[in-house]
């Protein structure tokens, strides 16, 4: 599966802003799909990901409440809108995908195996 990320901007602390990954191929329902991001001089961390059928949502800590992850299969598409953005916020956000494991039951968490090029969020203060 092929992902292209697009939405990544400059904004002021408090904005907005939506990302989206468009991926190729016919069985992008079957991936689960989400995101990670890079901050300058650390190491790439998770931030969210959503079941294949959409039923379930994964999401690290610090951007509970105000990132909200959601897909559309029609459109092999998967957004992430950020709201509340601090400028802790500002990494490289890249969209990345592994293959829907059939349950969600709290024992599985997602390790990606595919990623996109990255989009660049910069939030001031």
């Known amino acids: 599966v092929q992902l292209q990320a697009s939405g990544g901007g400059s904004v002021q602390a408090g904005g907005s802003l939506r990302l989206s990954c468009a991926a190729s191929?016919?069985?992008?329902?079957?991936?689960?799909m989400g995101w990670s991001r890079q901050a300058p001089g650390k190491e790439r961390e998770f931030v969210a990901g959503?079941?294949?059928?959409?039923?379930?949502?994964y999401y690290e800590e610090s951007v509970k409440g105000r990132f909200t992850i959601s897909r559309d299969n029609a459109k092999n598409t998967v957004y992430l809108q950020m709201t509340g953005l601090t400028p802790e916020d500002t990494a490289v956000y890249h969209c990345?995908?592994?293959?829907?494991?059939?349950?969600?039951?709290?024992?599985?968490?997602?390790?990606?195996?595919?990623w996109g090029q990255g989009t660049l969020v910069t939030v001031s203060s």
């Open positions: 959503i079941s294949s059928n959409a039923g379930t949502t």
């Open positions: 191929g016919r069985t992008f329902s079957s991936y689960v």
């Open positions: 990345a995908a592994v293959l829907d494991p059939g349950y969600h039951d709290g024992s599985w968490y997602p390790e990606w195996e595919y």
